[in-house]
Structures are given as C-alpha cells and as structure tokens.
C-alpha cells in the first residue's frame, strides 16, 4: 500500500477530496490516493438544513456518513414521545454504526449538515481489507466511549452551572480544537434541547447562561452566538 499523502492538492487525488478539510482527520485519512480514488466513485456530498431528520431510530443502515461541517444531534425517544439528547456528533466524526443492521438512536441536524455518504458494502469491504482504516475507526469509536463516560459523570454529579460550562466547553473544543485567543460559536442546540441533554428545565439553562455572561466568562449575541474569550476560565467554571 502507497502512504497517504499530506498535499490535499495532490494531482493523484480525486476531486471531491483535493477541497476536503476533514480528510486528514477523518477516516479518509488513513488511505492511499488508490484507495480513495476508489471509494470516491461511490461516495456522494449532501447537505442537510437544521432540523432534518438524518437517521432515525431502528432504520435499517444502507451507508454512512463522514461529517464534514455542522453539528449532529443524537437522541433516543421514549415510546411517550419524551426526548433524550444522548449526544452530538461533529466534523470528522463517522455517522452510522459500523456494521450494524439498524440505527439505534435518531440521527438530526442540529444545525446546517455536509456529509460524505458512503454505501453500507463499499465502507464494510473498504474497512475489512484496510487495518490502517479499521484502527482509525476504532480509535473514534473509544473517544466516544470516553467521552460518553464523561458525560455520565457531568450528568450524575456536577452542578446546573458546572452543567452549563461543560456544554459550553464540549462545543467550543470541538468547533475550535485549536481554541484560538477568542473562540466563537453558534449554539447547535435550542435552550429545550440543552435542557434535554442536560437534564436541566429550560429555566435553569438560560439562568446558568445568563450568570456566565454577567460574570465575563462568555459573551452572547442575539440569543445563540457565543464568543469565549478565556477557554481556561470556561474550563474552570466545569468543576
């Protein structure tokens, strides 16, 4: 197998990945200009507005999508109609359970999606014939599992407030990894679905929001543009 090449611009690349920022990052980035010349053949880029649905819960999977900008918000649904955000997905996550049958959460755009679709059989057979890939895959698949684990902890025994900032925070180091001297970001999520995701009522979510305004830790601008300019205060303030 050739090694991956670093020029994003290379000739030998397909044009659908020369312009692709997540490529490195994401699961592409463990296969030759071969192999992605290959799955570029099958592969389409879609967009999707806040609020589409993307998967939803017990659908039979028939690809996968690799994240490439946007916000994707997972959640479970009671058969009461009640709402359980269980996690968010971000630019160059993989969407979709590898080789799993069906879904087993709902799959939405919490804010406006691209994704790089890939057929079910062309990712499982690329996956089974590449290790480089398959040890890519899994690495992102135990950084869920931990960050996952993280979760239940900011769930089961922080604060509303500490609450609040870790939200805060899980957006902002994942929209600006590099977190640069102010870090910006819209929220991808209404305050009702924060509240979900937090356990938190609606009230609550905006209080905490408020009090990290008045104290200097964030900035706020017409109700979900939100500028950081300390991520080590936020931080802080996540107990």
Known sequence: MQPVRNDIHNSDL?????SCESRHQGICGALSPEQLTQLARQTRRVHHAAGEELLGDAMPITGYGNVLRGVIK??????????QVV???????????LFAKESRVAAEAASDVDLCMVPKAAMENLVRENPALEHRIMLQTLRELDEARDWMVTLGRKTAAEKV???LYLIASHIDPAQGEVTTFDLPLSRADIGD??????????????????????EIENYRHVSVPDIARLRVRCG
């Open 14 to 18: 397909p044009i659908l990945c020369q």
């Open 74 to 83: 997972l959640s479970k649904v009671l058969e009461d109609g009640r709402q």
């Open 87 to 97: 996690g968010l997905q971000f630019a160059p996550d993989l969407l979709g359970r």
């Open 165 to 167: 900032a870790s939200f």
């Open 197 to 218: 995701f937090l356990g938190l009522t609606i009230e609550t979510v905006s209080r905490q929001v408020s009090k990290l305004k008045a104290d200097g830790v964030i």
